[in-house]
């Protein structure tokens, strides 16, 4: 039996189980309390959000010496939305990198290695947050901040041992002669001069990383104001830091868009302020919508324009 086909429906049986276990009919009510317009207004909350994060990653990609277009970067993302979506974890968002290719002309493995730094760049500050989150929550769920700090240094030290030319080029060089990969030595050792072609410093990713963190700072405060609508009244510094450590937590690639477990998540951590489950299942699944479900959707219409655009993309060789 192939795992990956039943990682999708974990998140859903994860949905359903939660589902069962509360009243339906108080989880419409909660939604038809909902101010129509305010709702309606809402659902463009994630447009100045995602104009930092292309900025952003055109910082990024100026660094690496990638041109592209801000309008094109930006329908990448929408690209990445979209197969991100259908695959559990939004690994799949890594398929844009055929993209990036088509339209940069540079080599698939540069335009990876871009996208990965671009996501680690992103996830850092998120991570961050969800660090003090965990401290914050730590005397009632203790597990979470050792967790999450031991997860933020070890990202930390992957990425600046990986940026870091002599230590990334030995490591890889090193795991080539391995017993497991000798046979590919000869085929992949070229690559790992790609890998490294024009790779931004560490220095470099420093204004990327404050220009994320000001996103999500921006997204969690919007959440927050979007959360009154639910009848969630929390105080701002809990409710930022609790959305971080449920959206870390829902990162976990074993769902579709952390379908499930967020859900679980954030019940569970909410729950010291005694929010009704209803409410807080709604506000999630409201925050999914706008988060996930209505770019995806506008992703897919990117993507059908753009693989039209050249439908040989991906038979080319990388």
Known sequence: MNVKKLLPIIGIALLLYILLTMDVGKIIDVFSRINIWYALLSLFAIVPVLLLANYEWQLILKKHNIRVS?????????????????????????????????????????????????????????????????????????????????????????????????????????????????????????????????????????PPFFVSFFGWILWLSELYLISTLFSIDVPYHYFILIIAVANIIASLPITICGLGTREIAMIGLFSIFNIGQENVLGFSLFWFSISWLIPSLIGAGVTVHETRKNPTLFNKKT
Do not use: M
């Open 70 to 206: 801000y309008t094109y970067s930006l329908k990448n993302i929408f690209i990445g939305y979209f197969y991100g979506f259908v695959t559990p974890g939004g690994l799949g968002g890594y398929t844009r990198a055929l993209y990036l290719k088509d339209e940069s002309g540079e080599t698939i493995q540069k335009c990876f290695v871009n996208l990965l730094i671009f996501t680690t760049i992103d996830y850092l500050p998120l991570l961050s947050l969800g660090v003090l989150g965990g401290f914050l929550l730590s005397s009632r769920f203790p597990n979470i901040f050792p967790i999450f700090l031991a997860l933020f240094i070890f990202i930390i030290s992957l990425l600046v041992l990986f940026i870091r030319k002599n230590t990334g080029k030995l490591f890889f060089t090193k795991l080539l002669k391995s017993k497991l990969l000798i046979s590919y030595k000869d085929k992949w050792h070229g690559h790992i001069n790609n890998l490294y072609e024009d790779l931004p410093t560490v220095k470099d990713l420093i």
